[in-house]
C-alpha cells in the first residue's frame, strides 16, 4: 500500500481534481463531435482555420482619462508602441449619462476615465489616430452606448471612413452597470434593453463590421461569480438581448448574429480559464445551431475580448502583479481569444501610468514574437485533464444557465434583483476563500511582508478636468445651432414613444452637436427610474 | 445589553464600483457591527445620515481617484454637524503616499485593494475601545 499522503484539490471554481486524467476520464469523448478541427464546427479548437498564424489577437488596452486631448496623447503613446486596437474607458459621470456640468457631479470628471459629453470630444480623442485601420471598442454602460457610439460613428464619418467601413464594438452588456457597478440616474429593464436592442438591430443593417455589443461576463466575473457561473450568466443574457429581437420580427438570426461579440475574464485557475474559453466556444455554437437555427458560420462562432482579472491584482508587493498578468495573458491566447487587454501592475493605486501601460503591451508581444505559442492553433486540445475539463465547465454551465432561465430568463433575474443576489452570495464566498487561506494569494494570505519592497511612480488624472471641461460644455451650448439641436432632440422623444428603432434620430442629434447628458434627459423624461435592487 | 457599534458604509459621488464596499460591510457584519449601506451619497448626505443614524463609524469606499478632494470634503461635512468624533476609514484605490496625508486630514484608517478585512474590523474595534476609554 502506498503511503503517500496527497493533499486535495479544487480548481478556482472549487471543482475537485484527481492528480492525474487518462482516457478513462473522456468515456464518450468522440473527437469529431467534441473538438473538430480549428475554424470548424464545433468550433471547440478556435474560430479561424489558420488561427494566430493568419492574424495574431489584438492588442487592445483599455485606457482614457482626464481631458480628451490628454487621452488622444495616451492613445498615440500606445499605438507608437504597437497597440494594435483602441478601447476608450470613459468615466462614471459618462456612465451615468451626464455632462460635466451637472449639478450631481464634483471633482469627478475625467478621474476614472475620459470624459465625452459631445461629438466634439470624440473628434479630438481621435485626432491623428487611423481608425479605418484600428478598430476601437467603445466602452461605456449599456444605459450611455447609443449616444456616444453614435458619437464614433458620427466622428469617422467626418474623417470620410463609411458606416459600411467603420471597425469596432461597443459594450453595451445589461449587467456591467447593475450588478457590477452602480448608476445613480437610471431608466427600468425593459426600457434599456430596448435601447440596447435598438442598437444591434441597427448596426446589423447599416454598420456591418460593427459589434453593436459585447456581452462581458468579464465584468459579472470581476463581481465574484466563478468561471461556470461567468458562462451561465453571458449566455442568459445573450439569449434575452436575441429573444427580444426576434420577437420584433424584423430580423432573422443569421441577419444579427454575426456582430454578436463577447469579453471574458482570464482569472488565476490556468488551465480552468483555458478550458473556459474553450467551452463557451462550443456551447454558443450549439445554441446557435440548436436552438436557434442559424446557418452563417459567423453566427456559430463565438468570437471574445479577454481581459486579465483586475480583481486578483493587489497593493501588496504590487510588482508581482505583472507576473500574474503575463501568466493570465498565456491562458487567454492558449485559449484562442481574438483580442486581449493585459491589465496593468499598478491597478490597484490608480489607473495605469506611461510606464505600467508600456509593460502590459511588451507582455503581450513577448507571448506573441518570442514564446511560438502563436504557431499552432488549439495546443492543449487532446489533453485528458484539459478536455475533462473543458466539459466539466460546459455541464456546470448549462446548469447554471438553466437555473436561470427557469427563475424566468435575462429580464426577470434582472429586474428582481434574483441576479444581484447571486452575485452578492457569489462574492462573499469568494472573499471568505481569501480570508481562510483556502484560496492563497502572494503576499496577502502567505509569503507576506512587513512594508512594502516596491515604490512604483503613480499616475495623477488632471484635478483641473471638472472645471475645463464643464466650461467647455457651456462654451458648445452658446456655440452650437440650438434650434437645429432642439428639433432633433423633440424627433428623438417622438421616435422613442414608437417601436420605431431610436438610432437614426439619435445619430442626428450627435452631428447636431447634443450633449450626451441632454439625449439622455430625453429617455428619462419617458422611462421610469429605477433603483437598482441591491439589498444590502 | 452592550450597544452594537454602528457603521454607515459609503461611496461619496456617483462612481458605481461597489464590490469593496460591499465585501467590507460583510465582513463588519459578520464581526457583530450594524452596517448601514448606503451605496452612492454626496459628502454633505453622508455626514448628516451619519449624525441621524447616530453611527460611530463612517467607511468610504472610494475607486475613481478622488479620495484626497471627497475624503476632505467628508470631513469638513462632518464638522459642520459636529461630528468630528465619528471613526472615518477610507477604503479603495489609494496610492500609499497618499496614506499619511488621508491619516492628517483625520482619516483613522486606509485600506487600499488587497487589504485583510480582519485587519479592518479590529481598527475599527481599537478605534471604539479608544473612543470608550477617552469617554
Known amino acids: 500500500m502506498s503511503q503517500l499522503k496527497t493533499r486535495e484539490a479544487y480548481t478556482g471554481s472549487g471543482i475537485p481534481v484527481k492528480v492525474f486524467y487518462t482516457s478513462e476520464d473522456l468515456p464518450d469523448f468522440d473527437e469529431a463531435r467534441n473538438l473538430g ?40 503613446y500606445k499605438y507608437e508602441n504597437g497597440e494594435t486596437g483602441f ?42 489616430l487611423p481608425i479605418d485601420k484600428v478598430s476601437t471598442a467603445v466602452i461605456t454602460s449599456q444605459w450611455s452606448s447609443p449616444a456616444l457610439t453614435a458619437m464614433y460613428f458620427a466622428m469617422a464619418e467626418k474623417r470620410g471612413v463609411s458606416l459600411k467601413e467603420v471597425n469596432g464594438t461597443s ?21 434599456l434593453l430596448r435601447l440596447s436592442v435598438d442598437m444591434i438591430e441597427w448596426c446589423a443593417q447599416n454598420v456591418p463590421n460593427w459589434h453593436p455589443v459585447s456581452f462581458a461576463s468579464y465584468n459579472y466575473r470581476e463581481n465574484g461569480c466563478n468561471a461556470y457561473q461567468e458562462l451561465g450568466m453571458l449566455f442568459c443574457n445573450a439569449v434575452g438581448y436575441i429573444e427580444e429581437e426576434l420577437k420584433r420580427n424584423r430580423l432573422n438570426i443569421d441577419d444579427f448574429a454575426p456582430v454578436l461579440s463577447f469579453h471574458l475574464a482570464a482569472h488565476n485557475d490556468f488551465f480552468e480559464e483555458i478550458a473556459k474559453f474553450r467551452a463557451a466556444r462550443r456551447m454558443w455554437y450549439k445554441l446557435m445551431k440548436e436552438r436557434y437555427g442559424a446557418q452563417d458560420p459567423r453566427s456559430l462562432a463565438f468570437r471574445f475580448h479577454v481581459q486579465t482579472s483586475g480583481s486578483t491584482d493587489i ?51 513577448i507571448a506573441q514574437y518570442e514564446t511560438n505559442i502563436a504557431n499552432v492553433a488549439d495546443p492543449l486540445g487532446g489533453s485528458y485533464y484539459v478536455e475533462w475539463l473543458t466539459n466539466e465547465i460546459e455541464k456546470k454551465a448549462w446548469e447554471y444557465f438553466q437555473e436561470l432561465e427557469d427563475k424566468g430568463g435575462l429580464l426577470e433575474v434582472w429586474h428582481s434583483g434574483y441576479i444581484h443576489r447571486e452575485a452578492g452570495k457569489a462574492m462573499e464566498e ?57 428639433e432633433c432632440l423633440e424627433n428623438l422623444h417622438q421616435v422613442s414613444l414608437t417601436d420605431e428603432n431610436v438610432m437614426p434620430a439619435v445619430m442626428e442629434a450627435v452631428k447636431a452637436y447634443a450633449t450626451l447628458g441632454e439625449i439622455q434627459d430625453v429617455w428619462r423624461s419617458i422611462y421610469p427610474h429605477w433603483d437598482i435592487p441591491i439589498q444590502y | 445589553m452592550e450597544r452594537k457599534v454602528r457603521v454607515l458604509m459609503a461611496k461619496p459621488g456617483i462612481d458605481g464600483h461597489w464590490r469593496g464596499a460591499k465585501v467590507v460591510t460583510t465582513a463588519l457584519r459578520n464581526a457583530g457591527m450594524e452596517v448601514i449601506f448606503g451605496g452612492n451619497m454626496s459628502p454633505e448626505a453622508i455626514a448628516k445620515v451619519a449624525v441621524q443614524e447616530d453611527v460611530d463609524v463612517v467607511g468610504l469606499s472610494i475607486l475613481a481617484a478622488g479620495h484626497m478632494k ?59 475601545s479608544q473612543k470608550k476609554a477617552r469617554a
Open chain 1, 171 to 191: 459594450q453595451n452588456d445589461p449587467y456591467v452597470f447593475s450588478l457590477c457597478c452602480n448608476m445613480i440616474d437610471f431608466v427600468t429593464p425593459p426600457h
Open chain 1, 315 to 365: 497593493y501588496q508587493q504590487i510588482l508581482n502583479n505583472s507576473v500574474r498578468i503575463a501568466y493570465q495573458v498565456l491562458a487567454a491566447a492558449l485559449g484562442g481569444a481574438q483580442s486581449i487587454h493585459a491589465t496593468s501592475y499598478d491597478e490597484p493605486l490608480c489607473l495605469p501610468t506611461d510606464q505600467s501601460i508600456l509593460l502590459s503591451i511588451r507582455t503581450q508581444q
Open chain 1, 37 to 76: 478541427l480549428p475554424g470548424k464546427e464545433p468550433y471547440t479548437r478556435g474560430i479561424y482555420e489558420n488561427m494566430y498564424r493568419g492574424k495574431l489577437w489584438t492588442i487592445r488596452q483599455f485606457s482614457g482619462f482626464g481631458t480628451p486631448e490628454e487621452t488622444n496623447k495616451r492613445f498615440r
Open chain 2, 70 to 128: 471627497l475624503t476632505q470634503r467628508v470631513l469638513q461635512a462632518l464638522q459642520e454637524e459636529s461630528a468630528e468624533d465619528i471613526v472615518v476609514m477610507v477604503g479603495g484605490t489609494i496610492p500609499q503616499e497618499d496614506i499619511p496625508p488621508l491619516k492628517e486630514m483625520g482619516v483613522d484608517g486606509v485600506f487600499p485593494p488587497g487589504s485583510k478585512t480582519d485587519l479592518i474590523v479590529k481598527l475599527v474595534k481599537e478605534k471604539m
Open chain 1, 430 to 486: 469568494r472573499q471568505r476563500e481569501i480570508d481562510s487561506g483556502e484560496t492563497k494569494i502572494v503576499g496577502l494570505n502567505c509569503f507576506e511582508m512587513d512594508g512594502e519592497p516596491y515604490q512604483v511612480p503613480v499616475f495623477r488624472p488632471n484635478p483641473q478636468s471638472t472645471e475645463i471641461l464643464a466650461e467647455r460644455v457651456r462654451k458648445l451650448r452658446w456655440e452650437r445651432d440650438n434650434q437645429k439641436v432642439k
Open chain 1, 87 to 128: 478601447s476608450i474607458s470613459m468615466d462614471s459621470v459618462n456612465e451615468n449619462g451626464l455632462d460635466p456640468d451637472d449639478p450631481r457631479v464634483q471633482d469627478e470628471v475625467g478621474q476614472s476615465g475620459v470624459s465625452i459629453s459631445s461629438l466634439a470630444d470624440m473628434e479630438t480623442i481621435f485626432e491623428g
